[in-house]
């Protein structure tokens, strides 16, 4: 039986655009998270060529374990920069390996319990009052990260009037894209506003082609094997294992939002169970070549939904890309020289897009916040979650977003269906 078409699409998951077009949509998703993958193993002491390696070959693991019904791209997460930082600094990357890979194995485990316990829980405990925020507090915790990035120079990290001027270029260019462009410049809005803003950033003196010019053309990667020392460390899986939970909450999130923005229930199929699978595959493969911990990315989510077009295809183009581009050192050089300015730019444009997302379940549902249950499950979701209201434990680190998401479920399920003023 033909699989119900996704209204609005212009590719639907299981649609393959034609080759150029596929070749510029995967591009597309190529540059929205390169910045991000990159940054993840520049901060740890890691090897960016591995990375960016690794979020390929972990997409398309995910792929093939989700039998290619789920657009995820998979890149570096930043919820284990801490720890894998301090791993690095005291025991080298055998210890972080062991952490990525005990992380990878916890996604395992929390699959199998999900295929036994069956996914009917899911709807019970996110209905769309608790959906709704979480997916905007996804978009708007990434809020800060894009104004930083549009004002501040990472290597002075002082404020410059030029990086704003050409984040804004950068923000006015994606938006003139978005609405005025047809057919496939119409579909690539988020690339052309990278280009845009990468030649204003060019003019501003934000660029520095130094690095593209020491690069050679072709550069195998730093691989760094989990093997490569027959020292167990302890440490590591202790610091890195429990935050699993952390971007497990997170991996729920991104379901949902591309539930939405599909008109799909990637709960059921292909299962959350095989989407957890997936993600664990990712991360234990990236540390058997010397990669950081992966997780689905929010600007590719961001990406989809402005263009429509929600193709595998063109996420694993992007994948078989990102395998690619590791192996071009001028290449992978010339990307890692978009400045923050450009990003941000951008970002305020993906980011805004996955939270409006949200405020649609929110419509679309018709969620009454005249009624106080609502509104006392929504508020705390929204503030905790956008202001990163963490909870640190040692090395251990829940994000603001994780945090909404538990006091989201919890008060779901603890708070009576009427208030007693109400009643």
């Known amino acids: 039986m033909e699989e119900k078409r996704s209204n609005g699409a212009i590719y639907d998951v299981y649609e393959r655009p034609p080759f150029p077009m596929l ?44 039998r290619g019904k789920i657009p995820a791209y998979m890149g570096s997460s930043f919820a284990f920069v801490i720890p894998m930082t301090s791993l690095m600094k005291s025991f080298g990357y055998p210890a972080v390996a062991q952490g990525v890979f005990s992380v990878g194995i916890i996604y395992l485990i929390v699959a199998l319990i999900v295929a036994k316990a069956g996914s009917a829980w899911i709807d019970k405990i996110f209905p769309p009052a608790v959906v709704g925020p979480i997916v905007m507090v996804i978009g708007l915790s990434l809020a800060g990260s894009a104004a930083t990035n549009a004002t501040i120079n990472s290597a002075t990290n002082k404020y410059e009037i030029k990086i704003f001027i050409v984040a804004l270029l950068t923000l006015a260019a994606t938006i003139f894209y978005n609405m005025y462009f047809k057919g496939f410049l119409g579909m690539i809005p988020v690339l052309l506003g990278i280009i845009t803003g990468y030649i204003f950033a060019i003019i501003f003196g934000l660029v520095d082609f130094q690095s593209v010019a020491q690069a050679h053309w072709f550069a195998l990667p730093n691989f760094n094997s989990l093997f490569a020392s027959k020292k167990l460390y302890p440490s590591a899986i202790l610091d890195m294992a429990p935050l699993a939970l952390v971007t497990i909450s997170e991996h729920l999130g991104h379901i949902m939002v591309l ?165």
């Open 23 to 66: 070749f510029g949509l995967s591009l597309q998703h190529l540059f929205s998270m390169f910045g991000a993958t990159v940054l993840v193993p520049l901060v740890v002491g890691l090897n960016p060529g591995v990375a960016i390696f690794s979020s390929g070959v972990g997409t398309l693991l995910h792929m093939l374990i989700t």
């Open 259 to 423: 539930n939405k923005i599909t008109g799909r229930n990637f709960f059921r199929d292909p299962g959350l169970n095989k989407t957890l699978a997936g993600d664990g595959t990712a991360s234990i493969a990236a540390s058997l070549v010397g990669g950081p911990s992966v997780t689905s990315y929010g600007e590719n989510i961001g990406v989809m939904q402005m263009s429509k077009v929600y193709s595998v295809w063109v996420i694993g183009g992007a994948a078989v890309l990102a395998v690619l581009l590791s192996f071009v050192g001028k290449l992978s050089a010339l990307i890692q020289t978009i400045p923050g300015a450009v990003i941000g730019g951008v970002g305020f444009m993906l980011y805004g897009v996955i939270a409006a997302a949200g405020l649609q379940i929110i419509v679309d549902n018709k969620v009454d916040y005249s009624k106080k249950r609502n509104l006392m499950i929504a508020a705390p979701i929204l503030v905790i979650g956008i202001g990163n209201f963490d909870l640190q434990l040692g090395n251990l680190e829940f994000t603001g977003v994780a945090m909404a998401t538990v006091i989201g479920i919890v008060l779901n399920l603890v708070l009576p269906k009427v208030a007693a003023s109400e009643k």
